[in-house]
């Protein structure tokens, strides 16, 4: 098993930016895909961002597609995903996730971390 925690979360006014990390420990983080998942107050979890193992393939929600960046650093056992034009609807716990591929379904990851709070204010 691959341990998650992530971090990076915050406070940010509508239109800026923020980063959020993935850190894994246990096993090297190269030799999964890994994913973004977030979850609002009252809502159901959804999918946000993906990327494979090696970095070459990544998929987005058409909610966050051309504002939120999913990038790896194998060598640093890290996953990131830089958020920018933030807006209040992105407010939620933001989870990442590990697996076999870069899957937009949650159930498909066997690891998963506890999240990390994100707010944006208007």
């Known amino acids: 098993q691959v341990q998650l925690v992530e971090s990076g979360g915050g406070v940010v006014q509508a239109g800026g930016s923020l980063r959020i990390s993935c850190a894994a420990s246990?096993?090297?983080?190269?030799?999964?895909?890994v994913g973004w998942f977030r979850q609002a107050p009252g809502k159901e979890r959804e999918f946000v961002a993906a990327v494979s193992w090696s970095g070459d393939s990544k998929n987005y929600a058409d909610s966050v597609k051309n504002r939120f960046t999913i990038s790896r650093d194998n060598a640093k056992n890290t996953v990131y995903l830089q958020m920018n034009s933030l807006k209040p609807e992105d407010t939620a716990v933001y989870s990442c996730?590990?697996?076999?591929?870069?899957?937009?379904?949650?159930?498909?990851?066997?690891?998963w971390g506890q999240g990390t709070h994100v707010t944006v204010s208007s």
């Open positions: 246990g096993r090297p983080l190269s030799g999964y895909a």
């Open positions: 996730v590990a697996g076999l591929q870069p899957s937009i379904y949650f159930g498909e990851y066997p690891n």
